[in-house]
């Protein structure tokens, strides 16, 4: 079975940084993307960022770009999302997810399989 396991959450102040991490199983993984997605309750799911199968193209929302960045390590099966200079408005529960492809905010999951790990909190305040 796919597994995408999303890490890293906790509490922290604003200005603050934290270290996402989605670890991933069963499956080919430097055969896909990976894209993290944002949710408050009573909100709709942003997507932040995702990163090509091999690391070389990226992708940021405006409201994180210079602030977040987005990483993998293949041979750890795995995607970072490093935040820094954290703002209230960036606390959600953030998940990753698989992509076949992406074109900016365009991202496409695998036809038939829409997998997405379960979500770790992010809180943002003083």
């Known amino acids: 079975d796919v597994q995408l396991q999303a890490s890293g959450g906790g509490p922290v102040q604003p200005g603050g940084s934290l270290r996402l991490s989605c670890a991933a199983s069963?499956?080919?993984?430097?055969?896909?993307?990976i894209g993290w997605y944002r949710q408050t309750p009573g909100k709709e799911r942003e997507g932040v960022s995702c990163?090509?199968?091999?690391?070389?193209?990226?992708y940021y929302t405006d409201s994180v770009k210079g602030r977040f960045t987005i990483s993998r390590d293949n041979a750890k099966n795995t995607v970072y999302l490093q935040m820094n200079s954290l703002k209230p408005e960036d606390t959600a529960v953030y998940y990753c997810?698989?992509?076949?492809?992406?074109?900016?905010?365009?991202?496409?999951?695998?036809?038939?399989?829409?997998?997405w790990g379960q979500g770790t909190l992010v809180t943002v305040s003083s």
């Open positions: 990163i090509s199968s091999g690391g070389g193209r990226t």
């Open positions: 997810g698989l992509l076949e492809f992406f074109d900016g905010s365009m991202w496409y999951p695998p036809s038939g399989n829409d997998y």
């Open positions: 069963g499956l080919a993984f430097d055969d896909y993307a």
